[in-house]
């Protein structure tokens, strides 16, 4: 095998990684204007039917609320 012919182990998962996290930003940017059910978790926190962090200023810990998805209730989107 030849040095420096193939991507190392560290180097694929890198890549893999920033692939996942730019795929991941594409889909909640997808998402933005959205209305989904959230199951109320505690301290102001949710999740949608497909596993997005939400941010609910109200509801009761195991209730399901509908929201309206935007950059300011999903914290895991990027800023820029």
Sequence with gaps: RRKGKYPTKKNRARLLRNLG????????RAQLGKTRDVLVEARGQGLTTNY???????GRAGGIQPVTLCREN????ATN
């Design 52 to 58: 997005i962090k939400v941010r609910v200023e109200k």
């Design 74 to 77: 999903l914290p895991e989107i």
């Design 21 to 28: 996290n730019e795929l991941r930003q594409e889909f909640l």
